[in-house]
């Protein structure tokens, strides 16, 4: 099945990945056809950051690179050509103006991902991309160990074969099914003889095994308290900020970074634990001299009370509940010994993982195409010549913040000039 000189390059996948690789090949010159088996490309997008996409962040390409861990360095390459500050430049160029928020999250100025979304596809094909939706590739043709083309099923007609030139597979993860991200690129890949890494949700909310406690204040949420994870006795990461409480255990920011560690703990069968302080500004001879204050000011008020100056209305139940400290004893009754209950409380509340969220809640997937078998320079597979991956369907994922995006704009803009032959 050779291809002929007039093949077109041949993009998989409408996400942002796919966009920004078919449309900077054709702006150079290639002939681009972006399949995509959704009725409309770039669903997913436009439902990032719950409709306000935080598109990339400020931080410095060595801390990005360092977010996503020891696989974080095959995006070097990737990020010294098209990074954040050309990112927000191309789209500028658009017409669409960013602003950057805490934790130097970039998200566009309207806060309107479907426009963003919309925007992306207008340009793709202003520069000659021919976009076709609803047509699924059923898998990747190749001869003599080089891309040859695609077996397509548009719907309502049979399965046909198209020559490539070149195939980019920017087919996504697995997270947020319902947007067409089901997983497939990664059979087509395996088929072609890559190893795919067994994937899991990332950036997910975890399911914990007190169940009632969290039931007690589901929808609460907690600012600026420091999460800790721990497997089977060893510490993970810690991250500070913002969490939720739900009615199936933990969401929220810091929740979503720290699950990837922890969702591969919990599956490696280990005892995976969450630790949430809620007084992280005060270290424990501080607290204890707050508590001791506040107990001798008010010495005569009941402890339920006195804990609406500490906590949340809604966790004074739970306070209570899990220390066994009386809540309607006069705070100057308290003993030395209950006083230091609570304050290891307010300092370590902590819970058991069970379970985590299915991938329709993961805003992205770990695991996936193995990093050794594509060339970090161009994106190109060392597996066969003429197939390029992009995005999410590569093993890399990294914290919320808008890191992952930027790394699928990154190499999606690398493949899609790699394939145009610059």
Known sequence: MPTTTDSPIIVIGAGPAGLMAAGWAAAHGARVVLLEKMPKPALKLGLTGKGRCNLTNTAPVQEFIQAFGPQGRFLHPAFSRFFSTQLQEFLDSLGVA???ERGGRVFPASEDAPLLARTLVSWARSQGVEI?????????????????????QEKGEGQ???????VILATGGASYPGTGSTGEGYELARRLGHTVQPISPALVPLE?????????????????VQVSAESG??????EFGEMLFTHFGLSGPVILSLSQEVVRGWEAGEEVKVHIDLKPALDVQKLDSRLVR?????????????LKGLLPAGLIPVCLERTGVPGDKAVSQLTARERQVLRIWLKDVSFTISGHRSFAEAIVTAGGVSIKEIDPRSMQSKVIKGLYLAGEIVDLAGPTGGYNLQAAFSTGWLAGKSAAGL
Do not use: C, P, W
């Open 233 to 238: 006795g060893k510490k993970l990461s810690s």
């Open 208 to 224: 914990v095994a007190e169940k009632e406690t969290v039931r007690q204040v589901q929808g609460l949420s907690l600012r600026n």
């Open 98 to 100: 960013t602003h950057v």
């Open 132 to 152: 076709r939706t609803r047509t699924r590739v059923s898998g990747i043709a190749a001869s003599d160990g080089r891309i040859a083309g695609v077996y397509v």
């Open 160 to 166: 046909s074969f198209v020559h490539a030139r070149q």
């Open 294 to 306: 506040d107990f001798r000011d008010r010495g005569k008020q009941h402890l339920k009370t006195v």
